[in-house]
Nanobody, 121 residues
Framework: QVQLVESGGGLVQAGGSLRLSCAAS????????MGWYRQPPGKERELVAI??????HYGDSVKGRFTIFRDNSKNTVDLQMNSLKPEDTAVYYC????????????????WGQGTQVTVSS
């Protein structure tokens, strides 16, 4: 009922920048948490950055290099990634949770399909 569509991944050299975008659509009443996770090759999924009610949390490895931008009016979230390192190589997933438009309270918890980011050394 809620779809998250990511864009902006690709191949970049170390030290470069990329910007990821994610748009949520569907029967959305409100979004609480919205942000980004990533899964490096052979590793578990980890937090990159997430916002909730104006509060933002970043993963320790990206602090000072990545910035998250959320537009509540458009249900979008962007991730500006600067000073990229080879260890940032991963599939990046958009995540959102919140409430659906329905007769009674109904929550959603959704993931995007993922977008590949590859940083070459």
């Amino acid at each position: 009922q809620v779809q998250l569509v990511e864009s902006g991944g690709g191949l970049v050299q170390a030290g470069g920048s990329l910007r990821l975008s994610c748009a949520a659509s569907g029967s959305i009443s409100s979004i609480n948490r919205m942000g980004w996770y990533r899964q490096p090759p052979g590793k578990e999924r980890e937090l990159v950055a997430i916002t909730n009610g104006g509060i933002t949390h970043y993963g320790d490895s990206v602090k000072g290099r990545f910035t998250i931008f959320r537009d509540n009016s458009k249900n979008t979230v962007d991730l500006q990634m600067n000073s990229l390192k080879p260890e940032d190589t991963a599939v990046y997933y958009c995540y959102a949770n919140g409430e659906l438009i329905s007769w009674g309270p109904q929550r959603f918890d959704s993931w995007g399909q993922g977008t590949q980011v590859t940083v070459s050394s």
